[in-house]
Nanobody, 122 residues
């Protein structure tokens, strides 16, 4: 199983980025997909998740209304559109796959990508 995250970079406060995650080696449609992030010196935290069908999405309070998670099962891709970025969004962002569900708890996820760095500067 491979989850390849991309799209990170450096952006100014208020800017936008779109992260992508390409999945291979798993029955993609059987998995909820999530994004988590880990800032330097902090624990990994939940950002957003989407159910296997794409029909339901859930967000951390800190990103709700600014970030949008989506997926394309035909392309085996999951996306995180990030708008109005803030300095506190700076972190390494990870995509992850959870069999059957789409929860907020990183312990429930079965597979993880390698992460992509997002840096927001003022």
């Amino acid at each position: 199983v491979q989850l390849q995250a991309s799209g990170g970079g450096q952006v100014q406060t208020g800017g936008s980025l779109r992260l992508s995650c390409a999945a291979s080696g798993l029955a993609f449609g059987d998995y909820g997909m999530g994004w988590f992030r880990q800032a330097s010196g902090k624990e990994r935290e939940f950002v957003a998740t989407v159910t296997w069908s794409g029909g339901s999405t859930y967000y951390a309070d800190s990103v709700n209304g600014r970030f949008t998670i989506s997926r394309d099962n035909a392309k085996r891709m999951v996306y995180l559109q990030m708008r109005n970025l803030k300095a506190e969004d700076t972190a390494v962002y990870y995509c992850a796959a959870e069999k059957g569900l789409a929860t907020r708890h990183h312990d429930n996820y079965n597979y993880w990508g390698q992460g992509t760095q997002v840096t927001v500067s003022s």
